[in-house]
């Protein structure tokens, strides 16, 4: 069965913007746009900065929406996300934002309608904890980052 996001525009959004899309057949995450109508946005060199998206969410109970960055501003621009992926969780109902960072060495403009990023609508599995003294063991065990190989 296939879930429903619904999704509202924010006070002030523009609303002619696209909303979320698949881009093509194949694709896992939906490209989302900047809403800069309200305000012109420029990312400095190793600046980070909340980008509005004119979006709000209602998203089914036991889903989440994570949020990615876009490969290509990635390698092109060195534009990425500081918090990849971004969980929106169902029971937020304000604007989306993207908290975009430049890795890159000159100063990046993000226009109104840019694609900034990408979200990819998942399913959550929510555990039970029990705390415990002693734990099983495993060949790794307690080996730490770079145990299971050089590379």
Known sequence: ???????????G?????????????GAAGMDIVADTSRERLIVKPNQRLLVKTGLCFEIPTGYEVQIRPRS??????????????GTIDSDY???VGVILINFGNTDFQINHGDRIAQ???ASVIRCGIVETEILSETKRNQSGFGSTGSR
């Open 1 to 11: 069965m296939t879930q429903i996001l619904k999704i509202a525009r924010a006070k």
């Open 13 to 25: 959004a523009d609303p002619l913007l696209p909303l979320p899309s698949y881009q093509t057949a």
């Open 93 to 95: 109902r304000g604007e």
């Open 72 to 85: 290509g501003l990635a390698l092109k621009h060195g534009v990425t996300l500081v918090n990849a992926p």
């Open 119 to 121: 979200m990819v609508f």
